[in-house]
């Protein structure tokens, strides 16, 4: 696939303006949030976010999980190569969001939702911890009426790869749908993550109408055995339900489906069906080869944040690391389970260049490297 031409990749999920700001133990009691929190806001965070601006010099970045993704993958391939879609109010998050992802060089086909404000996530940095509050609000209202104006469509049809953050299986299905019978239809690419272990345990039907069309299935190992729990697959092993996910019925059959479960400080492990020929939607039998990857290892000094990918506007060329990053102390191995946009992100730039799939993980793993050094994903 030609790196040159013009958006190859699209985006699709639940835009957010990530609001960072370094805080403490007094910060997180204040709004009733632990270190490492991932919640949801309530009334009670409301006050969040003006206070990370006014009172913790807050960064502000585009965030939300498919979106760090999009912005890593521009990051690596050339200018104009990545479009995200997703909804947003009329305000001035929307404002300020807009502007991040212009920056950096990431063209955004924003749904405008006049009845709820623009997404948010309040992020509390706290040592090498981050605590997210999220108030989803405008990220919730994307409709399938969007995606199929003229203008965008034309998009979606100009692309080649697509990419779609597992949350928007809780936002608008039919859309997602779309992108998988395009991909389907034209053979090309389509790239899901799972994204949450409740996006398999709670929203199991909407993730099964998918599977049919996934190229690439990008999870974690929670989210892995949270999958075979939902299904019944009556395993812990990784690698027997990365294989069992792999041999699934599959509409195009021109393309094989490759599995990668990241899990930890251990290897991440990737299932390749090879028996998966055209017009197979039957799934269960064919040949599966299974591989690891180590994870990289980073010091614990070099770490400021695990959050995200890279945002500068410049393309830069990745550069295979033969060795792991060593300094004075002990090291601490980043899974890239756990720093998923930033993987996803180099991961997906791999797949638009046409890189093995070997190279592809690697420069998954080189970005997420990268982007722990920095506050944010930038």
Not at 139 to 164: G, I, S, T
Request: glycine share 10%; with cysteine.
């Amino acid at each position: 696939m030609a790196e040159t031409q013009d958006y190859a990749l699209l985006c699709l999920e639940n835009p957010l303006l990530d609001i960072q700001g370094q805080g403490d133990a007094k910060l997180l009691e204040k709004y009733g949030m632990k270190p490492n929190d991932a919640i949801l806001a309530e009334e009670k965070h409301m006050g969040l976010y003006e206070d990370l601006l006014q009172n913790h010099k807050a960064k502000l970045i585009a965030g939300g999980a498919a979106q760090n993704t999009a912005r890593g993958a521009q990051y690596i391939l050339v200018p104009n190569s990545v479009l995200y879609i997703g909804c947003v109010g009329r305000d001035k998050y929307a404002d300020i969001l807009t502007s991040a992802c212009r920056d950096a060089g990431l063209r955004t086909e924003y749904r405008i939702d006049d009845t709820q404000p623009t997404g948010r996530c309040g992020v509390i940095i706290t040592g090498h911890d981050r605590s997210m509050c999220t108030h989803l609000a405008a990220a919730n209202e994307y409709k399938l009426e969007h995606l199929q104006q003229p203008d965008v469509w034309a998009m979606v049809e100009r692309a080649r790869v697509f990419y779609v953050g597992g949350y928007h299986l809780t936002v608008c299905v039919p859309a997602v749908m779309a992108l998988a019978e395009e991909a389907a239809k034209k053979n090309k690419i389509f790239i899901l993550s799972l994204s949450a272990p409740f996006i398999p345990q709670f929203f199991t039907q909407p993730l099964s109408q998918t599977s049919p069309y996934w190229d690439y299935l990008i999870g974690n190992e929670t989210e892995a055995l949270a999958y075979a729990t939902a299904n019944s697959l009556n395993t812990t092993d990784i690698s027997t339900i990365a294989k069992h996910i792999a041999l699934l019925p599959k509409k195009n059959g021109k393309r094989a489906r490759t599995v990668i479960v990241t899990q930890g400080t251990d290897p991440t492990v990737v299932a390749i069906a090879e028996g998966h020929g055209e017009g197979d939607e039957k799934g269960g039998e064919g040949n599966v080869v299974i591989k690891e990857f180590p994870v990289r290892k980073v010091g614990t000094e070099e770490i400021c944040d695990t959050n995200g990918a890279g945002t500068h506007r410049t393309h830069h060329q990745y550069q295979p690391i033969t060795s792991e990053l060593r300094r004075e102390g002990r090291l601490l191995t980043i899974t890239v389970g756990r720093d998923r946009d930033a993987f996803a992100g180099g991961f997906v730039a791999g797949i638009v260049q046409g890189k093995p799939l070997e190279q592809a993980i690697d420069m998954g793993q080189w970005l997420a490297s990268l982007s722990i050094r920095e506050l944010g994903p930038s």
